[in-house]
C-alpha cells in the first residue's frame, strides 16, 4: 500500500495483540508523520518483538538560519510507548540528532547511548 499503514490503526493493533516488549528506545527515521515507517513494520515482520519507546523521529529545516535549542524538537505521546518526534534546524545549523534527541525532555523517553537503536 503506497498509503502506508495509519499509525493509529498499527498501534490499536499492538493493544489487542500485544509483541514482546524489549528494553530501551527504537527511533525509526521517517518524513510521514500519518503512517508507520517501513522499517519498523520489517523489524517486527522479522524479530517478532517491538521495543518498550518507539519514537518516529522527522528532521525538518526550518526558512531561517538558526532554530534556538528551545525550539529544537516537538514531542507527541500516542500511548502505548510510541512517540512522534520532530526536530528543527536552521539551514546552516549542523543536524546532530544525538544532541537534539538529548533536549527532548520527557520522563518515559531515555535515549541514553546503550539503550537506544
Known amino acids: ?3 502506508g499503514l495509519p499509525l493509529p490503526i498499527f498501534i490499536g493493533s499492538i493493544r489487542v495483540q500485544p509483541p514482546h516488549r524489549v528494553q530501551g528506545t527504537a527511533v525509526f ?3 510521514r508523520s500519518d503512517a508507520v515507517p517501513q522499517a519498523l513494520l520489517h523489524n517486527m515482520l522479522h524479530n517478532q518483538v517491538l521495543h ?3 519514537v518516529l523521529l522527522t528532521g525538518v529545516y526550518e526558512d531561517r538560519p538558526r532554530v534556538p535549542a528551545h525550539e529544537r524538537f516537538e ?3 500516542y500511548g502505548e510507548g510510541f512517540y512522534r518526534v520532530i526536530l528543527h534546524f536552521g539551514f546552516i545549523d549542523e543536524p546532530d540528532v544525538p544532541a ?3 533536549l527532548c ?3 518515559d523517553l531515555d535515549f541514553s547511548p546503550m539503550r537506544t537503536t
Do not use: F
Open 1 to 3: 500500500d503506497e498509503g
Open 29 to 31: 527515521l521517517t518524513a
Open 52 to 54: 518498550e519507546q518507539v
Open 75 to 77: 514531542v507527541e505521546s
Open 100 to 102: 537534539a534527541l538529548a
Open 105 to 107: 525532555h520527557l520522563d
